[in-house]
């Protein structure tokens, strides 16, 4: 039920993003803060292992930046293996806000970095889970919104996101 919700969430937010319906509402936030609250919903938070300095400072809009780590975070835990552990690195440049997730590649195999972020992308294997291809998508397309971007790179048997934020968005 909680797939279920996620997907109807999602399908929602890409709906609104079409519509031009969602628009920046900037305000000040602890970035440190929202990625520690985020970890204590999850049913299995001692998965995430989070590097961060005290607090990070950031001007963006909170509701985008939370769906994009949501969907970072719960896609590193729902395709990874469940014993592994996701590491969750955040710092900054004088700039922006940066932020690295990393996990073990579960049984699905590796996504294509290049189209990981494509509306609709699943890889093959993934169709054995729950799920919509809009995750990702929303993901880039709320970082460029705000001024960011992501990228996907394959370590080995790990994936790698990376995310840069601008510190205060315009």
């Given at each position: 039920?909680r797939?279920?919700?996620?997907i109807?969430e999602?399908?929602?937010?890409?709906?609104?993003?079409?519509?031009?319906?969602?628009?920046?509402?900037?305000?000040?936030?602890?970035?440190?803060?929202m990625?520690y609250?985020l970890?204590?919903?999850?049913?299995?938070?001692?998965?995430?292992?989070?590097e961060?300095p005290?607090?990070?400072?950031?001007?963006?809009?909170?509701?985008?930046?939370?769906?994009?780590?949501?969907?970072?975070?719960?896609?590193?835990?729902?395709?990874?293996?469940?014993?592994?552990?996701?590491?969750?690195?955040l710092?900054?440049?004088r700039?922006?806000?940066?932020?690295?997730?990393?996990n073990?590649?579960?049984?699905?195999?590796?996504?294509?970095?290049?189209?990981?972020?494509?509306?609709y992308?699943?890889?093959?294997r993934?169709?054995?889970?729950?799920?919509?291809?809009?995750?990702?998508?929303?993901?880039?397309?709320l970082?460029?919104?705000?001024?960011?971007q992501?990228?996907?790179?394959l370590?080995?048997?790990?994936i790698?996101?990376?995310?840069?934020?601008?510190?205060?968005?315009?």
């Amino acid at each position: 039920l909680r797939d279920m919700n996620g997907i109807i969430e999602r399908l929602l937010q890409v709906e609104k993003l079409h519509d031009d319906q969602l628009s920046i509402q900037a305000a000040p936030f602890d970035l440190i803060k929202m990625v520690y609250q985020l970890q204590a919903a999850l049913p299995n938070a001692n998965r995430l292992q989070i590097e961060a300095p005290a607090a990070l400072r950031m001007e963006s809009d909170a509701r985008f930046v939370q769906i994009i780590l949501s969907n970072l975070i719960d896609n590193a835990l729902k395709y990874s293996p469940s014993d592994s552990v996701i590491v969750l690195k955040l710092g900054q440049t004088r700039d922006a806000a940066l932020l690295r997730i990393e996990n073990d590649i579960g049984a699905i195999d590796a996504p294509d970095p290049n189209c990981v972020f494509d509306k609709y992308y699943r890889s093959e294997r993934a169709q054995a889970f729950t799920g919509s291809g809009l995750g990702l998508y929303l993901v880039k397309v709320l970082a460029e919104i705000l001024g960011g971007q992501v990228r996907c790179t394959l370590l080995g048997q790990r994936i790698c996101f990376e995310l840069m934020l601008p510190l205060v968005t315009k």
